[in-house]
């Protein structure tokens, strides 16, 4: 059974930086896309960042609205996946979610089969 955690979230100011984590249970998370996606309240879900399998070379994707401003990155060791968003705004606050494609490579939230069950970004102007 395929498990992801995400942990991380919490209540900033604008400007400051968040780490969020991923632990992946039930797949080697290096062998399949992983995603993060954000969905703020009455807004479709959508996606922020995601990672390629490392046998599809790892190539990132970064959303217009955090690129450059964003990291997603993994640990093989530790089946984790990482998203760093520094200078954070109020606008991406919303529930953050990792998931896992059974594809290499994926942007689409329909490329995606398993979910975590979020946690709450939240960042005050």
């Known amino acids: 059974q395929v498990q992801l955690v995400e942990s991380g979230g919490g209540l900033v100011q604008a400007g400051d930086s968040l780490r969020l984590s991923c632990a992946v249970s039930g797949r080697t998370s290096s062998s399949y896309a992983m995603g993060w996606f954000r969905q703020a309240p009455g807004k479709e879900r959508e996606i922020v960042a995601s990672i390629a399998s490392s046998w599809s070379g790892g190539r990132t994707f970064y959303a217009d609205s955090v690129k450059g401003r964003s990291v997603i990155s993994r640990d093989n060791a530790k089946n984790t996946v990482y998203l760093q968003i520094n200078s954070l705004k109020p606008e991406d606050t919303a529930v953050y979610y990792c998931?896992?494609?059974?594809?290499?490579?994926?942007?689409?939230?329909?490329?995606?089969?398993?979910w975590g069950q979020g946690t709450q970004v939240t960042v005050s102007s």
């Open positions: 998931a896992t494609s059974r594809a290499g490579y994926s942007t689409s939230v329909k490329g995606y089969d398993y």
